[in-house]
């Protein structure tokens, strides 16, 4: 699966409403995913924009997410994925795409 795939699939995911007043970036090994939550329905791109909480992931561990594959919790733990900025906004949208 390309960027553009997850894209698509995290815009569907997302739905109509984020759930969330804020901006999230995924930036993987392939390009950023750019979730703004505080537009109505919630914009998502692949702008590499300045955003609340930025993910780091790679793309084939973010598949692995999607799928249950990979736990979040373990992936934290040992360094798959790295949050910067709002901890508690990154486990929201864990939620939201999980």
Do not use: H, W, Y
């Amino acid at each position: 699966m390309n960027l553009q795939d997850f894209t698509d699939q995290i815009r569907q995911r997302i739905g109509t409403e984020s759930g969330f007043n804020a901006t999230v970036k995924l930036a993987t090994d392939q390009g950023s995913i750019f979730i703004d939550g505080r537009e109505n329905p919630p914009v998502v791109s692949n702008e590499d924009n300045e955003a609340d909480c930025t993910i780091k992931v790679s793309l084939s561990d973010l598949q692995k997410l999607g799928t249950g594959e990979l736990n979040p919790m373990t992936a934290f733990m040992f360094g798959k994925l790295k949050v910067q900025g709002d901890m508690a906004l990154a486990m929201k949208i864990g939620q939201k795409l999980s």
